[in-house]
């Protein structure tokens, strides 16, 4: 009985008085289709046995990393050039029965190793942290060089309440957040060539220096 040869190669099979060849490709182009094809077969089986591995604690972090930063850097490339417009690479994984439910999460969907995805996570937290202490400073700082017209004050509210709601982790009733909403709102009953008078202006200076130390303790919180 013959042997089953990969795509690409030569299949030859024997009896006692014949050999018979048959070319598994026509051309050359159609054989490095075929090598195409399997390098992007490989390369996915490589990642999900990565992945099981890593799962398993069975690399180190930074063997995983380097590795899994390889293995996508790879799959972007042969994706590319086996497929083109042809299938997608979710499609070429069905076709070929490829079950790698990981290896799929990473190569198609998350698109970076584990503690890179985390470290992303955290940078982009230190942004968001980063701007919602702006916002609180600039906008005191504009309080205190009188401005009161509430087309200029509604803006720096509005951009200070964005950076809060995209805090993570943050309470149900997060004080700075019920704050500033609630200047808001009467802000908003008010015409964009209406000004606060005095008292407002004072008293929305303490109510911004007060969500601004309760933020700061949920940073120290958060540290802990």
Not at 167 to 194: S, T, Y
Not at 212 to 223: A, G, M, P, T, V
């Amino acid at each position: 009985m013959p042997k089953f040869v990969p795509p690409g190669t030569i299949q030859r099979f024997e009896d006692d008085s014949d050999a018979i060849e048959i070319e598994l490709f026509d051309s050359g182009r159609e054989r490095e289709m075929y090598d195409n094809l399997g390098d992007l077969y490989s390369i996915i089986m490589a990642t999900e046995c990565l992945e099981r591995a890593y799962a398993r604690n069975a690399v180190t972090r930074d063997e995983y990393t380097s590795e899994c930063n390889k293995l996508i850097s790879q799959f972007r490339v042969a994706e590319r050039v086996a497929l083109g417009k042809s299938m997608t690479a979710e499609t070429f994984m069905q076709v070929y029965q490829l079950d790698c439910p990981r290896a799929a999460d990473r190569l198609l969907r998350i698109g970076v190793p584990e503690q890179m995805l985390s470290s992303a996570e955290s940078h982009k937290t230190a942004i968001t942290v980063a701007e919602t202490a702006e916002h609180f400073i600039t906008t005191m700082d504009a309080l205190k060089l009188e401005t009161t017209a509430v087309d200029e004050l509604q803006p720096l509210l509005s951009d200070l309440m964005n950076a809060l709601t995209r805090l993570p982790d943050i309470p149900n009733e997060f004080e700075p957040n019920r704050i500033v909403q609630q200047w808001l709102q009467k802000l908003n009953l008010m015409r964009a060539v209406d000004e606060i008078d005095e008292s407002d202006s004072r008293q929305l200076y303490m109510d911004l220096d007060s969500g601004y130390q309760e933020f700061k303790r949920y940073l120290s919180d958060k540290k802990r």
